[in-house]
């Protein structure tokens, strides 16, 4: 018994001591974000650039693709249902809503975890291993200013920008299913698609794909610092990276789901 | 040369470090003078590589000063460490050149962190510094293409970027060929003679120490056990250093009726 007491306690603390580290950490991206560019201390954008290449725009074909062919399935999954009522014509409400307001956001950030928040992990972890983040700190370059603040801010903007883009493409989806296979009129599509969305499915899918990319760069970049004992060691973290920051995701996403429910 | 009438330019007082509970290192006390090359001589599990790294500031002491050019540098504002470490460069065991970064642009990363000098006048003291440790031509290779000796040498340039006064280096001629260790040995006097850098360097191999060193601290389970010249070590009767110094095995000892049935665990 106070054997399961004392693993119950150890475990507990060890949760604590992991959300204090994440807790400094968003802390320093913070202040390496907004506060020190204006103290003359220095953010560097060109890498931020080349992050959001790398996280937004080298995410888009595959998202784009993925977000297709989850169009055309909730169309077609959509007429199973509403075909028995006579109402094919209301799939594009239900493919334009659930796609602004859960599976665009939800599919991009996961997509976006698998591929760069993995990424993040490993390069971190690898530079770790390497000693590359001491020498960094030897040199007196701060490893979250030089590291961390670009990639974070990178990931703020990608993943809303790559969302937006997956909303489209999500419904021309939708589009391409009910016209080609269930018959639905182009027309009568495109008007019940715009009578559907309100400016409040658009902003929830935003808020929540804002709050996606936070989790992934935090998550990846929380891994890679913890990475230790060599490649194996990255290659353990960057596994959980990944695993965790689904996780998270799904329950950000839950908790932003409560909260326009009510609001 | 009388090294007492100098003011040292490293003096570590009881310092003490420790992983958790376990004490890593217990008690030290040493000087570095300026413009010597300081060797810390250990096995493996000596704590000689945390001692480096706690005089960098990679790691805190649980307690014990570091004065480093009279600063405390364990008890600094970050602004003041700053300037301490701009002090100091560092020589990674494994070079720990950042890979993405071509040779040139890892020796050039603490001028443009730290300096706001031109593009051009900072490629041209990138070109000085890797023309100094012979890789000259080698600017626009990444580590990744560079061999063992290569990354070492450009890692001493990176370190030399802000002109340091304290160079660091750990292992500096691990996984080495006998060759190229000499060249790095050879570089290590040459950068000290030329600069009167003084130098710090963590090794085990005593034939580079017996090239490098004017003095040696040897380090035991995670105490100074002997401090001098080289000559002054072999006068000592430390066993350990006696032991080190003349290359000897631990001996092995007669294996104990304890020992024996831990391994076969036969009561």
């Known amino acids: ?263 | 040369m009388s090294m007492d009438t100098v003011k040292p330019i490293i003096v570590v007082e009881d310092l003490q470090v420790a992983y958790g509970d376990r004490v890593v290192l217990d008690g030290i006390n040493l000087t570095v003078q300026p413009g010597e090359v300081f060797v810390i001589l250990g096995g493996s599990g000596s704590g000689k590589t945390t001692l480096l790294r706690t005089l960098v500031g990679l790691m805190s002491p649980r307690s014990g000063r570091i004065l480093i050019d009279d600063k405390d540098f364990t008890s600094l504002s970050s602004h003041e460490s700053m300037e301490v470490r701009r002090k100091m460069g560092m020589c990674f065991q494994g070079s720990a050149l950042l890979g993405s970064l071509s040779v040139a642009d890892n020796v050039a990363l603490p001028l443009r962190e730290h300096t706001k000098l031109e593009e051009s006048t900072i490629d041209i003291m990138t070109r000085i510094k890797l023309e100094l440790v012979g890789l000259g031509g080698f600017e626009d290779y990444l580590p990744s293409e560079l061999s063992g000796g290569m990354k070492k040498r450009a890692g001493i340039a990176r370190a030399m970027a802000m002109d340091p006064k304290i160079i660091f280096y750990d292992e500096p001629s691990a996984g080495l060929d006998p060759i190229v260790a000499a060249g790095l040995d050879e570089l290590i006097r040459t950068m000290q003679s030329t600069f009167n850098l003084t130098s710090v360097v963590v090794t085990h191999e005593m034939e580079s120490v017996r090239i490098i060193a004017d003095r040696v601290c040897v380090l035991y389970k995670g105490r100074v056990v002997g401090i001098g010249s080289l000559d002054e070590l072999e006068q000592m009767d430390h066993p350990y250093i006696q032991q080190f110094l003349a290359r000897r095995p631990d001996e092995l000892g007669i294996v104990d009726a304890d020992y024996a049935r831990s391994l076969t665990s036969i009561d």
């Open chain 1, 1 to 263: 018994m106070i054997e399961l007491v004392g693993r119950v306690g150890r475990w507990a603390l060890e949760q604590l001591k992991a959300a204090l580290q994440v807790s400094v950490l968003m802390v320093d991206t913070m202040v390496w974000l907004v506060i020190a560019p204006f103290k003359g201390m220095g953010f560097r954008w060109r890498n931020s650039v080349e992050s959001f290449v790398e996280f937004g725009v080298r995410s888009l074909p595959i998202v784009a693709m993925i977000s297709f062919l989850i169009g055309v399935i909730i169309a077609l999954q959509a007429s199973y249902t509403l075909a028995q009522w006579g109402a094919n014509r209301y799939i594009a409400d239900l493919v334009a809503v659930s796609a602004m307001r859960e599976l665009a956001p939800l599919m991009t950030a996961i997509l976006i975890a698998g591929r760069c928040g993995s990424a993040i992990t490993a390069e971190i972890g690898t530079m770790k291993v390497n000693e590359e983040i001491d020498a960094l700190e030897v040199m007196g370059v701060n490893p979250i200013k030089y590291l961390v603040a670009p990639k974070f801010l990178a990931m703020v903007t990608a993943v809303p920008s790559v969302t937006a883009l997956a909303m489209l493409v999500m419904i021309m989806g939708g589009w391409a299913s009910s016209v080609f296979v269930v018959g639905v009129d182009t027309e009568i599509y495109v008007t019940q698609t715009v009578g559907a969305i309100v400016e409040k499915d658009l902003l929830t899918g935003m808020v929540k794909s804002v709050f996606f990319g936070i989790a992934i760069c935090w998550v990846g970049v929380y891994r890679g610092f913890q990475v230790e004992g060599g490649a194996e060691g990255v290659g353990r973290q960057t596994t959980a990276s990944v695993v965790t920051s689904i996780f998270l995701i799904i329950i950000v996403d839950l908790i932003f789901t409560v909260l326009f429910y009510y609001v």
